[in-house]
């Protein structure tokens, strides 16, 4: 799997140990730089880069705070004045965090994560007998639990709520419970469809899809990879519903209109973008408050003082610490704004900011917090937004042609710039090139006869 460096994904290596299996280095936990930093929300109106006198970054910081993006407004928003609220003034609203703890308390969620990954299935949605046996016990041990969540997700339209003036300290901990519950309720569509009843399994696929959709709402990177995989896990129990020997042509078309709903309300890829920017400006509030050290590991300072000198090392970050954060806003407001783009032509602005990059590492100027604590995994995030989409993409052209719709024009790939392949048999249509660098399975869907719900 992807390598993934804080302070980007920095949450996501903390609660997502389950759900994506992640290697590398990991930074100073948020833990610590709560205890030398104080109250983190003191850094949210970004009261130290306001003193700067780096005219451009002035014009900047003002621009970022006449959209409502820094760390404060992007939690809290303006009231009638147009002046920030203060977090006692921001009107109380259901918090769907607040929810989900009440279902899953965190004391809890360790020992469901090692029970449900002994038995759900990582590939395909297919279980041998043995773990079909422990995956319908589970369910029943935990139906009062699975019942609550699925009505969460059936009745609340409610966000998480992320507060983003806590920067690298916010709480995203609420993933591990959404897919907790999604792991339960598919666990429920398996015993539907051991049952023979794969109509009722479309009732378990709509609580899937559901919190993976309001996941990929939050304005943060975390919840939205949480929402890549966890709909990626919803498309193999798709998958089996479609697969079915019991499913009809009624049932195929079911499962394509809830894959076009999931298009129809999709997010932009741009929301993520404003979040992670927003803990990047509070990332530069700490490091000018004398933090830096905070953000790193024992072996990066060794090395970084090795490099520059023991007592070196700080100061010649902090001397250049305008131009740094000037260049990483700058790339940011590029990088938003290639969002408009499909995937595969934004690695125009990826590769320039690299190449920027590589030709300012020698130099007075280079800026070493973008460099190397906020951009090094730029493109990834990306890159998983766009296999989100190439995923449901594939599976619309799929379901639609096996249903004998017109047929679609097949569409760009945004990951790689071709058009998916489509191959039509009498007994199945398959979309393949979804991702071949992954090596993604194509999407595979019998087709069937409407009228007597025979394979052809």
Excluded at 40 to 47: E, V, W
Excluded at 52 to 70: F, N, W
Excluded at 355 to 368: H, I, K, N
Excluded at 374 to 394: V, Y
Aim: aromatic fraction near 6%.
């Amino acid at each position: 799997m992807v390598t993934l460096r804080p302070p980007l994904l920095l949450q996501l290596m903390i609660t997502m140990t389950v759900l994506v299996q992640l290697s590398g280095c990991q930074r100073a936990s948020e833990e610590s730089v709560v205890s030398t930093a104080g109250d983190l929300t003191d850094y949210a109106d970004l009261p130290l880069v306001r003193k700067t006198h780096h005219q451009e970054l002035r014009k900047e910081v003002a621009r970022l705070i006449s959209e409502q993006a820094t760390p404060a407004l992007l939690t809290r928003g303006l009231d009638s004045g147009g002046k920030p609220l203060a977090a006692t003034d921001v009107d109380p609203q259901p918090n769907f965090a607040a929810a989900l703890e009440e279902v899953f308390p965190v004391k809890q969620r360790r020992s469901l994560e090692d029970r449900l990954a002994r038995i759900y299935p990582l590939d395909r949605f297919e279980f041998s007998r043995t773990k079909l046996r422990g995956a319908l016990s589970l369910n029943d041990e935990l139906a009062a639990q699975r019942e609550r969540y699925r009505g969460l997700a059936t009745n609340s339209n409610d966000g998480f709520r992320l507060d983003h003036t806590r920067g690298l300290a916010i709480d995203a901990s609420f993933v591990d419970a959404v897919q907790l519950g999604n792991r339960l309720e598919a666990l429920h569509a398996a015993g539907l469809l051991d049952q023979g009843q794969p109509q009722l399994a479309l009732e378990s696929l709509d609580v899937l899809l559901r919190m993976a959709q309001l996941l990929a709402r939050e304005p943060h990177l975390v919840p939205r990879t949480a929402a890549v995989h966890l709909r990626g896990e919803a498309l193999r129990v798709l998958e089996a519903i479609a697969d079915h020997p019991y499913s009809t042509a009624e049932t195929q078309q079911q499962l394509l209109l809830r894959i076009e709903q999931q298009l129809a309300d999709w997010t932009q890829d741009s929301d993520a973008w404003l979040g992670e920017r927003a803990q990047g400006l509070h990332t530069y509030e700490l490091i000018r408050d004398g933090y830096l050290l905070s953000l790193l590991d024992h072996d990066e300072i060794q090395g970084y003082r090795d490099e520059y000198g023991d007592d070196q090392f700080g100061p010649k970050v902090l001397s250049n610490i305008d131009a740094d954060e000037m260049f990483y806003l700058t790339s940011m407001r590029r990088v938003i704004e290639s969002c408009e783009q499909p995937y595969f032509e934004r690695q125009a602005v990826f590769r320039r900011i690299e190449r920027q990059l590589g030709a300012l590492r020698e130099t007075m100027s280079y800026p070493f917090v973008a460099d190397q604590l906020l951009l090094r995994e730029l493109e990834q995030g990306h890159r998983w937004q766009a296999l989100d989409t190439a995923r449901c993409l594939a599976w619309q052209l799929a379901l639609g042609t096996a249903i004998g719709h017109e047929p679609y024009e097949v569409p760009v790939n945004p990951i790689t710039g071709f058009r998916f392949i489509l191959e039509i048999r009498p007994d199945k249509v398959i979309v393949d090139a979804i991702d071949p660098q992954r090596e993604e399975r194509p999407v595979v869907v019998r087709r069937i006869r409407a009228a007597r719900g025979e394979t052809e």
